[in-house]
């Protein structure tokens, strides 16, 4: 059994933690030899979770203008190529937290 606890201040930086996190155990997943996942149990209620989904225009646009303004337009475009895209909004919805942590990094 495994238990995560993870702490954040805001909403996109437990976002973005989670998505790194869900990467680094996707890879490791790929590594380590398959584990064979116990029988769902009848009835069992669904997972509950606290932390809502992210909206483009109200959480990943907002901080791409912010980072244009006080980071300048070639850092933007940089980290859009990172991406493999233009536009934030070309970007796949499952990778918006991860983009919006590259744009607030100080680097």
Not at 2 to 29: F, Q
Not at 38 to 63: G, K, M, Q
């Amino acid at each position: 059994m495994y238990k995560i606890e993870i702490t954040a201040d805001t909403l996109t930086e437990l976002a973005g933690k989670v998505m790194s996190l869900a990467a680094k155990l996707h890879a490791t997943a790929e590594t380590e030899p398959a584990i064979k996942a116990p029988a769902p149990v009848a009835d069992a209620p669904a997972p509950v979770t606290n932390a809502p989904a992210l909206i483009f225009d109200r959480d990943v646009a907002p901080v791409v203008l912010r980072a244009v303004a006080t980071k300048g337009k070639p850092f933007v475009e940089a980290a859009m190529a990172e991406f493999s895209v233009e536009r934030a909004s070309q970007l796949d919805a499952t990778r918006w937290a991860a983009l919006i942590e590259r744009l607030e990094s100080p680097f």
